[in-house]
Nanobody, 121 residues
Framework: QVQLVESGGGLVQAGGSLRLSCAAS????????MGWYRQAPGKQREMVAR???????TYADSVKGRFTISRDNAKSTIYLQMDSLKPEDTAVYYC???????????????WGQGTQVTVSS
């Protein structure tokens, strides 16, 4: 059974930083694309950042240069370092794992329970 457990969310002032973590179990971690997605109230879930098993990354334009995704295959954990946070980054952040053979659709994978990030102005 796949489990993704996020941590690290919280309340921060604009311009501040947070680091999210997602620990995975029940999967062959290196064979999965891992990603962070977010959903703000009244909006659809959107991709924030993704990382392949080999470490290649993709970012949403809105977070490029401010957020950094990384993974530690030995710990089956991914991270999202968020710097220069803005109020519009406020959302529930979800971790996703999808097998590399289904990389094109994260909904074919598994989701964590989400962690709230709130950025005050």
């Amino acid at each position: 059974q796949v489990q993704l457990v996020e941590s690290g969310g919280g309340l921060v002032q604009a311009g501040g930083s947070l680091r999210l973590s997602c620990a995975a179990s029940g999967i062959i971690f290196a064979n999965n694309f891992m990603g962070w997605y977010r959903q703000a109230p009244g909006k659809q879930r959107e991709m924030v950042a993704r990382i392949t098993g080999g470490g290649s990354t993709t970012y949403a334009d809105s977070v490029k240069g401010r957020f950094t995704i990384s993974r530690d295959n030995a710990k089956s954990t991914i991270y999202l370092q968020m710097d220069s946070l803005k109020p519009e980054d406020t959302a529930v952040y979800y971790c996703n794992a999808v097998h590399l053979g289904q990389w094109h659709d994260p909904n074919l994978g598994s989701w964590g329970q989400g962690t709230q990030v709130t950025v005050s102005s």
